[in-house]
């Protein structure tokens, strides 16, 4: 689909439906709605009193213009109180208003630039807030569903047009909206990733997107490492999860780097392309939705899709430790004791908290190439899918700044992310009799906390660290906000991007 903004009056715009945002008991039509309104002989002003329509947040009038102006119809989207809205409000109607048009089969929209100056939404932001609404509320996982995918060829939208008077506007808008069709970009890849059957998304599948990317992406390159050069490497952790596995692991590193770049920014992805628990194998319930393993993984590749265009001025380093985790018959067992590359050693007191095994090599590594940042990206714990619940990824970190930045950056994006403490009081939890760290806590509470505090021991305390806990975000089992399919949701693709535009 293609997002463009025109300078214009929507009123004189032909499209197929005409889109214009009306904020809660606004008192008259002013605005666009007036000026519309005025085109239409005083029509709009008539039907709203009729049907008693208030712009209530997410609610949608729809009417008939009887040939008074080029385009037939017109959509009204309510935009709620004017005091509560938010770029989220934003993303939201555009969302809502991309998925009615294609239930009515409307295929050219043209909208205004909803909100701009309202609690102080600039038309970039206005403009970035309405590509991502409609770009991620288009996107459907449709692959292997024939009938969905000719539906959506057929009826979806294939042209939105923002129609905007002001000049100045119009300039800043646009590279807004060039912004948020990157951002959707970058989600959607990490979405497809997620989606595709872990049959499909294996490891190597993995490695395959980085090495395109590396080639399609200007500043981006990419080294593999397979199972020798990881044995080479002394990542010892990662393969142990790797042994019970028919797949075979790789490690990647992808590294972006511009010119005059100041500072470097690791990303580390957990990369549990599928989860089956290992020997300790998970109850099948538990197992079902376990392809999104891999989501800490997927959004650092959709990061990355997107680097070379979006051009952040600071060095970005990807890594990612690929593997399943199966009960195959060299599988690592309860009670082995492996080490890491730092040389710390790990004891195995459950096969299924493997994503911290994995990480232990992943930020090792990470900690080699001398970042000034590194934020991993995990679907760790059910702990943290308890304590937040589905839509709140939790943070924690041992820097309060980098928290505080990755914090702002998600708050922009609209992706709910809140702090957990790495509380040093828990530290001896993960501590083993017969090993330095063991990757299960003795306590059955604060799980998601403990895990984050066995990743600290693979970290520099000198190099700000932020661990992401993302499984209850990262898939969404049911509908939740108008432009989150159920699914691979992309997390933190958007945020991450924030945050990396902000050196
Ligand atoms: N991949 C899971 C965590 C998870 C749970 C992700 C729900 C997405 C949704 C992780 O590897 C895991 O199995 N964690 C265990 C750890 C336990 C054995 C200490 C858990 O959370 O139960
Ligand atoms: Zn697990
Ligand atoms: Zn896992």
């Not at 715009?13 to 000026?35: P, Q, R």
């Not at 067992?333 to 004891?347: H, L, Q």
């Not at 930020?363 to 059910?382: F, H, M, N, Q």
């Not at 939890?429 to 505090?453: E, F, Q």
């Amino acid at each position: 689909m293609n997002i463009t903004i025109q300078k214009g009056d929507i009123a004189a715009f032909e499209a197929d439906l005409l889109v214009i945002g009306m904020f809660e008991n606004a008192k008259g039509l002013d605005g666009v709605a007036g000026v519309v309104d005025k085109a239409l002989g005083g029509l709009l002003a008539k039907e709203l009193k009729v049907v008693g329509f208030a712009g209530k947040e997410g609610t949608m009038l729809i009417f008939h213009t009887h040939g008074k102006i080029p385009t037939s119809r017109i959509m009204l989207i309510g935009l709620g109180e004017p005091a509560h809205c938010s770029l989220e409000t934003v993303r939201k109607a555009a969302a809502i208003v991309q998925k009615k048009a294609v239930d009515l089969h409307q295929r050219r929209i043209a909208s205004v630039l909803f909100a701009v100056g309202v609690q102080g939404i600039s038309a970039k932001d206005a403009g970035r807030a309405i590509a991502e609404g409609v770009a991620l509320a288009a996107y459907q996982y449709d692959k292997y569903h024939d009938e969905k995918a000719k539906k959506r060829e057929e009826h979806g939208v294939q042209e939105w047009t923002v129609v905007e008077k002001l000049a100045a506007h119009v300039r800043t808008a646009e590279r807004g909206l060039a912004e948020g069709m990157l951002g959707a970009r970058g989600t959607i890849l990490a979405r497809d990733l997620v989606n595709e059957p872990a049959s499909i998304a294996t490891p190597w599948h993995l490695v395959e997107h980085a090495k395109r990317i590396a080639d399609e992406q200007r500043h981006v390159s990419v080294e593999i490492f397979d199972r020798e050069e990881a044995k080479k490497r002394g990542m010892e952790a990662f393969l142990a999860v790797a042994a019970g596995a028919t797949e075979e692991p790789y490690f990647m590193h992808l590294i972006y780097k511009p010119k005059g770049a100041k500072k470097r920014i690791a990303l580390v992805g957990k990369g549990i392309t599928f989860d089956s628990g290992g020997l300790q194998i998970k109850p099948g319930e538990y197992m079902t939705t376990m392809k999104c393993d891999m989501a800490g993984a997927a959004a650092v590749l959709g990061v990355f899709s997107v680097l070379g265009a979006v051009a952040p001025a600071v060095e970005v380093h990807g890594i990612i430790a690929a593997t399943e985790n199966m009960p195959g018959k060299s599988a690592y067992k309860p009670g082995d004791v492996v080490r890491a590359m730092n040389g710390k050693t790990i004891e195995i007191g459950h096969t299924d908290a493997e994503g911290r095994v994995t990480l232990a090599d992943a930020l090792s590594y990470a900690v080699t190439k001398k970042p000034d940042v590194i934020i991993d990206l995990a679907t760790l714990t059910g702990a943290c899918v308890s304590a937040l619940g589905e839509e709140i990824a939790g943070i924690m970190s041992n820097d309060e700044k980098l928290s505080a930045r990755l914090r702002a950056a998600a708050k922009e994006s609209g992706e709910r992310l809140w702090e957990l403490p790495l509380a040093s009081e828990y530290a001896s939890l993960v501590k083993s009799d017969i090993a330095d760290l063991k990757n299960i806590s003795s306590s059955r509470y604060g799980g998601a906390i403990t895990a984050g505090l066995f990743l600290q021991n693979f970290v520099d305390k000198n190099i700000p660290w932020a661990h992401m806990d993302i499984a209850g975000p990262a898939f969404a089992e049911r509908d939740t906000v108008p432009y989150m399919p159920r699914g691979g949701t992309g997390y933190a693709v958007r945020m991450l991007l924030q945050y990396l535009k902000s050196f």
